[in-house]
């Protein structure tokens, strides 16, 4: 929670972005999905356009622990509990509790993380499914890879799940789906002591990175 008010205070001192002459403030809904990595992006969102903000952002999901919390379901859950409609905004931002073994809703190990291909080919499963509720719904999904981590296994980890998230996603249509590669914050920007997080600069590039992209795909400022 610190983290989070730290980040809030920072982002309130930054200007926000005003119309362009013509355009159109977003006028849609930001639900964030993911895990403690979404949870940061959160405040920048807020920041950034205070949009009507939906926060399925919790530090405890992933796409690797259905038998822990299921991400998917939980997903699916906010969509039609919120009625989201076609068009309106998803941020994802997961992956770093996901280097460990795969398990199901029912707690039954799938594949450990020495089964690499079997692993690898569930872990994808989960991504396409993932994105492919973006597209049943029509929704414009934002989906942010991992970033490196001050661990070198932990990185390593990352680095398949980041992968995955490149090769998958560029199978889906562009209007729903949208990558943004922040692989290398790890080196641009100190780690927080933790060493899983972005530090605060960090964050704030790959909220900058978030919103560039958003701006190239909708007509998104504040009147």
């Known amino acids: 929670m610190r983290r989070l008010t730290l980040l809030l205070t920072f982002f309130l001192s ?24 979404a949870e940061g ?5 807020a920041r950034e ?23 998917l379901a939980s997903f699916q859950r906010d969509i039609a509990a919120h009625a989201l409609q076609p068009g309106e905004i998803v941020v994802i931002w997961l ?3 996901d280097g460990q ?16 291909e079997t692993w690898r080919a569930i872990y994808a499963d989960r991504v396409r499914a993932m994105a492919q509720t973006c597209v049943d719904h029509d929704l414009t999904c934002y989906w ?11 990185t390593a980890y990352m680095q398949n799940i980041a992968n995955i998230f490149r090769e998958e996603l560029a199978n889906f249509p562009p209007a729903n789906l949208q ?24 964050y704030l590039e790959a909220g900058n990175r978030l919103r ?12």
């Not at 992006?41 to 969102?45: E, G, K, N, R, T």
């Open 14 to 37: 930054l200007p926000a972005p005003a119309c362009e002459p013509g355009a159109m403030p977003y006028a849609g809904r930001v639900l964030v999905v993911g895990d403690s990595l």
């Open 41 to 45: 992006i959160v405040q920048y969102v």
């Open 49 to 71: 356009w205070n949009p009507e903000m939906i926060n399925g952002a919790r530090h405890t999901r992933g796409l690797a622990r259905f038998g822990y919390f299921d991400t």
């Open 95 to 97: 992956g770093t509790n």
């Open 101 to 116: 073994f795969i398990d199901d809703v029912n707690k039954i190990s799938l594949a450990q993380l020495s089964e690499a």
């Open 144 to 154: 942010l890879t991992t970033t490196a981590s001050g661990y070198s296994n932990h």
């Open 179 to 202: 990558l943004i590669d922040v692989w290398d914050l790890r080196n641009q920007y100190q780690l927080r002591n933790n060493k899983t997080h972005p530090s605060r600069a960090g």
């Open 212 to 223: 560039d992209r958003i701006l190239e795909t909708q007509s998104l400022c504040v009147d």
